[in-house]
């Protein structure tokens, strides 16, 4: 069983910072690329950042600027690092990750279950 368990959402001024984290644990082969998505509750969910298992990068313009992910591939963890937060930011932030199980060749996508990012104007 593999789960993902995000952390350090909250209520932050406009202006300031957020860092949040999710860690997968469980039976892991290995794990390829992982990501950071946000919704708004009545529309889609939308793609924040991503970082690949080399360290490659890849932002929303949105965020592009303000935040960074990275990942400590030893910890099964990446981050999201979150500067001059906005209002328009205030959103459940999911994280994912590509994970293979270590009988499978194939990897899957596996989520976490969001932690609330509220920015006050």
């Known amino acids: 069983q593999v789960q993902l368990v995000e952390s350090g959402g909250g209520l932050v001024q406009a202006g300031g910072s957020l860092r949040l984290s999710c860690v997968a644990s469980g039976s892991i082969g290995s794990i390829g690329r992982m990501g950071w998505y946000r919704q708004v509750l009545g529309k889609q969910r939308e793609l924040v950042a991503t970082i690949s298992s080399g360290g490659s990068t890849n932002y929303a313009d949105s965020v592009n600027g303000r935040f960074s992910i990275s990942r400590e591939n030893a910890k099964n963890t990446v981050y999201l690092q979150m500067n001059s937060l906005k209002p328009e930011d205030t959103a459940v932030y999911y994280c994912?990750?590509?994970?293979?199980?270590?009988?499978?060749?194939?990897?899957?996508?596996?989520w976490g279950q969001g932690t609330q990012v509220t920015v006050s104007s």
């Open positions: 994912n990750a590509e994970i293979r199980l270590p009988y499978e060749l194939i990897p899957k996508l596996y």
